[in-house]
């Protein structure tokens, strides 16, 4: 079965500054991975997801995330934070299961932007 | 506009009482699913459906069951509601049949007393 770790559950980030939400991943196959962002009172969005390919993946409003098989990570990265990027975002997980590629979510990093 | 449409976005109820979170999608997807969302646990999966009246337990299936008479619309039902129910839920919906959710509802927050 798949898992999904987010490292630190509250993150808080300067405007303008790096931001970097840690997210590790464990398969036993090799796994697509997701990256949704949560604003207050909504659903969740797609950010970007890796699935085959190039392991630098760029999603929208400015975030990336690389897939490192070596490490089980899949990063999210935003080279300047914005009062807008304030939100929770989850790491997800998914593998070939014929026919339900179930998502597992992690519990989620809530961002904090400091003006 | 392409959504997932839930219905209540927020709800009371009381123990016992039968209870139907309604979800529809407007955008011909096969595969929908339910979730929970608490805190510290992030989203755990309740039910989901490949297509009209397929549908399989997820990870968190007990007290809740669903239909899918129809392909837009997959409703959760609380036939008996307890407080620990309490919770924020999410229904989604795919394009690919068993594919990951990539379209969200608003959340319905039900709140069992």
């Known amino acids: 079965a798949q898992s999904v770790t987010q490292l630190g559950s509250h993150v808080s980030v300067s405007e303008g500054a790096l931001v970097l939400l840690r997210c590790n991943y464990s398969s036993s196959v090799p796994p697509y991975l997701f990256w949704y962002v949560q604003y207050p009172n909504q659903g969740l969005q797609l950010l970007l997801k890796?699935?085959?390919?190039?392991?630098l993946v760029k999603g929208i409003n400015g975030f990336e995330a690389e897939f490192k098989k070596s490490e089980t990570s899949f990063h999210l990265t935003k080279p300047s934070a914005h009062m807008s990027d304030a939100a929770e975002y989850f790491c997800?997980?998914?593998?070939?299961?014929?026919?339900?590629?179930?998502?597992?979510f992690g519990t989620g990093t809530r961002l904090t932007i400091i003006p | 506009e392409a959504q997932v449409t839930q219905n209540p976005r927020y709800l009371i109820t009381v123990t016992g009482k039968k209870l139907t979170v309604t979800c529809s999608q407007n955008m011909n997807h096969e595969y929908m699913s339910w979730y929970r969302q608490d805190p510290g646990l992030g989203l755990r999966q309740i039910y989901y459906s490949m297509n009209v009246e397929v549908t399989d337990k997820g990870d968190v299936p007990e007290g809740y069951k669903v239909s899918r008479k129809e392909k837009r619309n997959f409703p959760l039902i609380l036939e008996s509601p307890s407080p620990n129910q309490t919770s924020l839920y999410f229904c989604a919906s795919s394009l690919s049949p068993g594919g990951p959710p990539l379209h969200f509802g608003n959340g319905t927050r039900l709140t069992v007393t």
């Open positions: 997800a997980v998914s593998v070939p299961n014929f026919g339900n590629e179930k998502l597992t």
């Open positions: 890796y699935t085959t390919g190039a392991t």
